[in-house]
């Protein structure tokens, strides 16, 4: 199975996933890290500095690209992304564990803690939102 980190250096898990520079993607077998990689984030547009179109399915490419995985680990997203990734048999995971390791070794024990609840609620036709990041 595999397992998608956002993170900006490979090194942090990053703050927003829409904004990640990228995925470093663990390939795990019988419960330890068989290899990884790292996937440059250029399919959300919010990465590349763009206002995102929210079509009928923003997160389309991002589902796509990342459908190879079982779960996804950021310290935040927002609530219309964790229902696309769920929708899609995606585990969506908002933990507050800073490093990128840490987290997955804790997702592989079964105690990386999901603050779920923590997801963002945007409001784009204002430019609110209620993310602390």
Do not use: Q, W
């Amino acid at each position: 199975m595999k397992i998608a980190v956002a993170s900006n250096d490979k090194i942090t898990v990053s703050e927003h996933f829409g904004r990640t520079r990228g995925f470093v993607i663990f390939e795990v077998e019988n419960g330890a890290i068989k290899s990884f990689e790292y996937r440059d984030n250029t399919f959300i547009d919010h990465s590349m500095g763009k206002e995102s179109t929210h079509s009928e399915n923003p997160h389309e490419r991002i589902i796509n690209v990342l459908s190879d995985c079982k779960a996804v680990i950021s310290r935040g997203m927002g609530r219309r992304l964790v229902g696309d990734l769920t929708a899609h048999a995606l585990e969506a995971y908002i933990t507050d564990e800073p490093d990128v390791n840490k987290a997955i070794e804790l997702y592989l024990s079964g105690n990386l803690t999901n603050l779920i609840d923590s997801a963002c609620d945007h409001s784009h036709e204002n430019g609110e939102s209620n993310c602390n990041h």
